[in-house]
């Protein structure tokens, strides 16, 4: 699904600047005012389809919410559609016709149906949320089709009676006034969702779809966010179900298989992945193209919804958002690009690129040995006695991987207020006790004793929430979004202040108090720019204002000096000189130079155990240490590793 999260990116990216902001407000007005002017315009079998692509679309809005907004891209969300569609229609079939109760009770009917499958579908991600959302939607068709007695089975429900919009209104049996039913409540449904998407809490999504691990590692409940936002496109989806009954006063399974799934992440592609009037407007050119070009050309339907899927993948690889945000000139760079030889292409250069930062860390997996720490263990680790000097205990740490050890048996303690650095070779194991330590990496064996706690066995938004903090080795940023919202988003937990979500006073608040930490790395000038587009220099900066915006105990910090030029480094010396005091720092480095500068305490590590623990000086001059890996040439001299 690596299009539609890079389409959703770059669309997003391209809709946040204020030429994109610009452009989305004047196409959805646009839009509305095309669709309110089409029955005075367009015969009446346009307005039928124009009904039925509003539905659709509005299917297709929940799943752009979900993949490009959550990141969980789906093609199960025929699953609530399917049942917001059904009970529309057993309500009606039982005399209850009234339209805003259908809307409401099937919203209520697809949000519990995503709140129970939930569990099975929002801890899973990539081609597996692909995979369990397809056969969710395909168990809910087959249901649909051996369920006979309440739902027809495949010859599904007909003859289901007219709706009445509101008590007293009378019947929609016009195809007119149904239009009409069918607009205001799409139009309601999406103001509501970009409503909650332009909130704070949009960007609680945007930061879990790019980087998950940077809003785990900063305390938050990222299973939580997707819960609930998986809850809440199963209600959208219900509401689409029920307008179909609207239309079509029919539902069969034929209505909510596997094509229609794979038509509603067309439209989402087609529109950008995570824009609400794309993913409409997409799903409007797929009913036309279906409907309406396969009229003069009987039976090409799917070979034009084909042509139609190739082009928008690689001519719009912003989707049509990308292009309205864009101008002409991003249309024709894109077109160019298709048109130019391979290997010249210049046009993509000023695109930003999806941040691998999220892939590159390992998801906390336990391998086959964890499942081998012995129970007395815990009751070891239970017994540890509180050092008041240490704020980080490690005791007999172990981390597996198959044969090898990359970590064995390490004891180290660290501090309150240390600055201690990490050494050793490459495949020493530094970054692993890092990760072990943040929790993003499950110990085989050992101990992990912070601020007097165990912390062994902590999730690691858990440990953010305790103190600990981390600056990655590839730098963990939300690449869509502002340096200054990268920051807040990074201080939010630690905030813990209700509201924020909801109230942009409160969020603007936070912000605030956030940009202490951008002027605390040099970046206060640059708050308002977009993450992705920063320098590798920058991006570190950021990294480290994200890591010390949760105000933490122990700040984490691997290689941090990687990549950097001499002038960054400087800059990236001051800024660890300057850390407040009562904050203590790990530093994982190659740089002896860097680490000379900062830290007071070193630890060298070789094959995943201790060589040795002195001053810089001491470690400098230590004998085994210079034999192992500094080599006999001055430290200061070289670049480690
Ligand atoms: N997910 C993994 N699966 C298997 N082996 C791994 C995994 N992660 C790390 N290792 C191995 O564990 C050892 C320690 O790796 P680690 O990255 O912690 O070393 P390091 O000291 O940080 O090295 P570098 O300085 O190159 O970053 C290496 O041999 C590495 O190949």
């Known amino acids: 699904m690596t299009t539609l999260a890079t389409a959703a990116l770059r669309a997003r990216t391209a809709l946040h600047s204020p030429r994109g902001i610009l452009a989305g407000r004047i196409l959805a007005v646009a839009a509305i005012v095309w669709l309110i002017a089409a029955p005075y315009m367009v015969d009446l079998f346009t307005i039928i389809l124009l009904s039925q692509a509003l539905s659709l679309g509005l299917l297709a809005v929940s799943v752009a919410v979900l993949g490009g907004g959550a990141g969980l891209p789906s093609l199960g969300q025929v699953a609530p559609y399917a049942v917001g569609g059904y009970t529309a229609a057993i309500l009606a079939d039982h005399g209850m016709r009234i339209g805003v109760v259908h809307t409401l009770v099937a919203a209520a009917a697809g949000a519990l149906f995503n709140a129970l499958t939930a569990p099975i579908v929002v801890r899973t991600r990539g081609v597996t949320v692909l995979m369990i959302t397809l056969a969710v939607g395909e168990l809910v068709r087959t249901a649909a089709e051996k369920w006979k007695s309440v739902t027809g089975g495949t010859d599904g429900k007909s003859g289901i009676p007219p709706i009445e919009p509101f008590w007293g209104m009378g019947d929609l049996v016009d195809d007119v006034d149904t239009y009409w039913y069918v607009l205001l409540t799409t139009l309601v449904v999406i103001a509501l969702t970009a409503l909650v998407l332009r909130s704070p809490a949009g960007l609680l999504l945007d930061g879990a779809r790019e980087n998950e691990t940077r809003m785990r590692a900063t305390g938050h409940p990222v299973t939580g966010y997707l819960t609930v936002t998986y809850i809440g496109v199963g209600a959208i989806a219900g509401v689409a179900g029920a307008l179909l009954i609207s239309i079509q006063r029919y539902i069969s399974p034929a209505h909510i298989g596997f094509d229609t799934s794979s038509l509603v992440l067309l439209a989402v592609v087609i529109g950008g992945g995570a824009s609400l009037v794309g993913a409409m407007i997409g799903a409007a050119l797929i009913v036309f193209t279906r409907d309406w070009l396969s009229g003069p050309w009987p039976g090409h339907g799917p070979l034009l919804l084909g042509l139609l899927f190739l082009i928008a993948v690689y001519t719009l690889p912003g989707g049509l958002a990308g292009v309205v945000a864009g101008g002409p000139r991003a249309a024709w760079r894109s077109l160019a690009k298709v048109i130019r030889p391979a290997g010249k292409s210049t046009a993509d250069t000023d695109e930003p690129e999806a941040d691998e930062t999220t892939a590159s860390e390992p998801a906390a997996a336990d391998g086959p040995d964890l499942a081998k720490r012995a129970s007395d263990e815990a009751g070891a680790r239970a017994e540890v006695a509180p050092d008041p000097d240490a704020l980080l205990t490690i005791t007999g740490l172990t981390r597996r991987y198959g044969a090898l050890a990359a970590v064995d048996g390490l004891d180290l303690t660290v501090r309150r207020g240390a600055r201690h650095a990490l050494l050793g070779?490459?495949?020493?194991?530094?970054?692993?006790?890092?990760?072990?330590?943040?929790?993003?990496?499950?110990?085989?064996?050992?101990?992990?004793?912070?601020?007097?706690?165990?912390?062994?066995?902590?999730?690691?938004?858990?440990?953010?929430?305790?103190?600990?903090?981390?600056?990655?080795?590839?730098?963990?940023?939300?690449?869509?979004?502002?340096?200054?919202?990268?920051?807040?988003?990074?201080a939010w937990r630690h905030a813990r202040r209700g509201g924020i979500a909801w109230r942009p006073s409160r969020?603007?608040?936070?912000?605030?108090?956030?940009?202490?930490?951008?002027?605390?790395?040099?970046?206060?000038?640059?708050?308002?720019?977009?993450?992705?587009?920063?320098?590798?220099?920058?991006?570190?900066?950021?990294?480290?204002?994200?890591?010390?915006?949760?105000?933490?105990?122990?700040?984490?910090?691997?290689?941090?000096?990687?990549?950097?030029?001499?002038?960054?480094?400087?800059?990236?010396?001051?800024?660890?000189?300057?850390?407040?005091?009562?904050?203590?720092?790990?530093?994982?480095?190659?740089?002896?130079?860097?680490?000379?500068?900062?830290?007071?305490?070193?630890?060298?590590?070789?094959?995943?155990?201790?060589?040795?623990?002195?001053?810089?000086?001491?470690?400098?001059?230590?004998?085994?240490?210079?034999?192992?890996?500094?080599?006999?040439?001055?430290?200061?001299?070289?670049?480690?590793?």
Not at 522 to 549: F, K, N, P, V, Y
Request: negative net charge; hydrophobic residues 45%; aromatic residues 2%.
């Open 425 to 490: 070779p490459n495949g020493a194991g530094k970054s692993t006790v890092l990760a072990m330590i943040a929790g993003a990496n499950p110990v085989t064996s050992g101990s992990i004793v912070f601020d007097g706690r165990d912390v062994t066995d902590l999730a690691p938004a858990r440990r953010s929430r305790l103190g600990i903090a981390r600056a990655f080795q590839q730098p963990a940023v939300v690449p869509s979004l502002s340096v200054l919202d990268n920051v807040t988003l990074a």
């Open 507 to 641: 969020y603007r608040s936070l912000a605030g108090e956030a940009a202490i930490h951008l002027e605390t790395v040099g970046l206060t000038a640059r708050a308002d720019e977009i993450a992705g587009e920063l320098s590798h220099g920058s991006r570190r900066l950021l990294d480290i204002a994200m890591a010390l915006a949760g105000h933490p105990k122990l700040l984490l910090l691997d290689e941090p000096a990687a990549g950097l030029t001499d002038t960054d480094i400087e800059l990236l010396a001051d800024v660890l000189k300057a850390l407040p005091a009562e904050v203590t720092m790990v530093l994982v480095e190659h740089n002896f130079a860097l680490v000379r500068e900062v830290t007071d305490t070193v630890t060298v590590l070789a094959s995943g155990q201790l060589l040795a623990t002195g001053t810089p000086d001491e470690i400098a001059e230590d004998r085994a240490v210079r034999d192992t890996y500094l080599g006999a040439s001055e430290p200061e001299h070289q670049e480690v590793g």
